[in-house]
């Protein structure tokens, strides 16, 4: 399992997460994801304007892992521009799944995800919120990260 420190870091974010609600307004996008390994599930609530996040937040239910990583995604992609954003997101990714740091990137709290490299079955948890923040760049924006 993670690490101790690291999981003390991880279960502050799943019990106390940050930005969670519902965001309204015309420039409000929205998608709701699934992670089928898990049944975690997020509906993702974000506003984008001039290539930077203006407002993002997020309604789930699921394990500590994804909840914790919503959590840690919308502290590191708010007010963010999108080239950003798209820095973090591959270097998330890396850490998952290859267990490595990005060097220049900070991925603050996140990096306390880094343990769950060593559980593939739980990687769709951590990745979760991002994959979701694609979807809906995607759809709502065309704005694509690879
Ligand atoms: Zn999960």
Redesign the pocket.
Do not use: A, F, L
């Given at each position: 399992m993670l690490e101790n420190l690291y999981r003390t870091v991880v279960m502050e974010h799943a019990k106390h997460r940050k930005n969670v609600g519902i965001l309204s307004g015309e420039d409000v996008h929205k998608v709701y994801y699934k992670?089928p390994?898990?049944?975690?599930v997020i509906t993702l609530y974000i506003k984008v304007k001039e290539d930077a996040i203006r407002d993002v937040s997020f309604e789930g239910e699921?394990?500590?892992?994804?909840m914790a990583s919503s959590s840690m995604m919308t502290e590191l992609i708010k007010n963010e521009d999108l080239e950003k954003v798209k820095s973090k997101r591959l270097a998330f990714e890396k850490l998952i799944r290859e267990g490595k740091e990005t060097q220049d990137q900070d991925l603050g709290e996140a990096l306390a995800l880094e343990g769950v490299h060593k559980l593939r079955a739980?990687h769709?948890?951590a990745l979760?919120a991002w994959q979701a923040l694609d979807k809906v760049l995607e759809n709502a924006y065309n704005y694509n990260f690879s």
């Open positions: 992670n390994t898990c049944g975690d699921g394990c500590s892992i994804s739980r769709n948890c979760m």
